[in-house]
C-alpha cells in the first residue's frame, strides 16, 4: 500500500444547512462578467461575449463570519457578491436541459479581487490567478440544498459595507443562467461532484480596507458576514 511523501492536508468543505454533513469541494470555477450592467462598468459590451471562466483554489474558501486577512502585494481588494451553485454529479457536454438535475445546492459566496494585480495581469496578456485566485480569496456560506429550496432564478442579490448598500441586482439578470452557464463549462472542462461554480456579480464593485464590514445577501439562498482585518 503506497504511502504519501508528506502529510495530507485538509479537505476543503462547506457546512450544509440542516445537516452536520460536510460538502466536499474539488475545484471552484467563476464566471467573469456575467451581469450586463457589471460588464459595461468594467469597461467590456456583454452583448458580444460568450461566458469565460477563471479558477480559484478549493482551500481559498473562507467560512461566513470569519475574518478575512487583507491580502499582501495589493492596495485595491474588491468585492464580488455572487450565488454558488454546488454540483452533486458532472460530466461532459451536460445538454441545458439536463444541467440542473447536476445540482446539490446554493450558498452566498464573495468573489474577492485584488484588482490592481488584475489590472497588470490583463495589460500585459497574463493570467488573471494572483489577482482572483490568492489565499481566502471565496468567503462562502454553508450550502442549502435545492431539495429544500428548489433553484433560485430570481430575487434580490446585494451587498452591504458597513451597513451602506454597493451591490444591488436580480438574479434574473444573469447573462447566462445557472443552467445554461453548467451546460457551456461542461463543453470546455468534465464537470464532477464537489464544484463549486461562482456565478458573477452585479455592478458596484469597490474597494475595500481593513475594518470594513461585508454583508451579503441572495433571496431564498442565505446570508454572508464577512469582516475585513
Not at 493570467?127 to 485566485?133: I, T
Request: with cysteine; aromatic share 8%.
Amino acid at each position: 500500500m503506497a504511502s504519501y511523501a508528506i502529510p495530507l492536508w485538509t479537505q476543503p468543505a462547506l457546512p450544509i444547512v440542516g445537516t452536520s454533513d460536510l460538502f466536499p469541494v474539488r475545484r471552484i470555477y467563476c464566471v467573469g462578467r456575467n451581469y450586463a450592467a457589471h460588464a459595461r462598468e468594467m469597461g467590456h459590451n456583454p452583448d458580444r461575449e460568450e461566458p469565460f471562466f477563471f479558477m480559484k483554489p478549493a482551500d481559498a474558501l473562507l467560512p461566513s463570519g470569519s475574518v478575512m486577512p487583507y491580502p499582501p502585494a495589493t492596495k485595491d481588494m474588491h468585492h464580488e457578491i455572487e450565488m454558488v451553485v454546488a454540483l452533486k454529479s458532472g460530466g461532459a457536454n451536460i445538454p441545458v436541459e439536463d444541467a440542473l438535475g447536476h445540482v446539490y445546492g446554493y450558498a452566498v459566496g464573495l468573489d474577492m479581487t485584488r484588482r490592481d494585480l488584475q489590472g497588470i495581469a490583463k495589460t500585459a496578456g497574463r493570467p488573471w490567478d494572483m489577482g482572483k485566485g490568492f489565499d481566502h480569496s471565496a468567503p462562502c456560506t454553508a450550502l442549502v440544498r435545492a431539495a429544500q429550496i428548489g433553484h433560485p432564478d430570481k430575487g434580490a442579490i446585494w451587498l452591504k459595507v458597513n451597513g451602506v448598500e454597493r451591490q444591488r441586482g436580480d438574479l434574473a439578470d444573469m447573462i447566462w443562467n445557472v443552467p445554461e452557464t453548467i451546460a457551456y463549462l461542461s463543453t470546455l472542462v468534465t464537470l464532477a461532484a464537489g464544484d463549486l461554480i461562482f456565478s458573477g456579480t452585479p455592478e458596484g464593485v469597490k474597494a475595500v480596507v481593513r475594518g470594513d464590514r461585508l454583508e451579503g445577501h441572495v433571496d431564498g439562498v442565505g446570508d454572508l458576514d464577512i469582516t475585513i482585518g
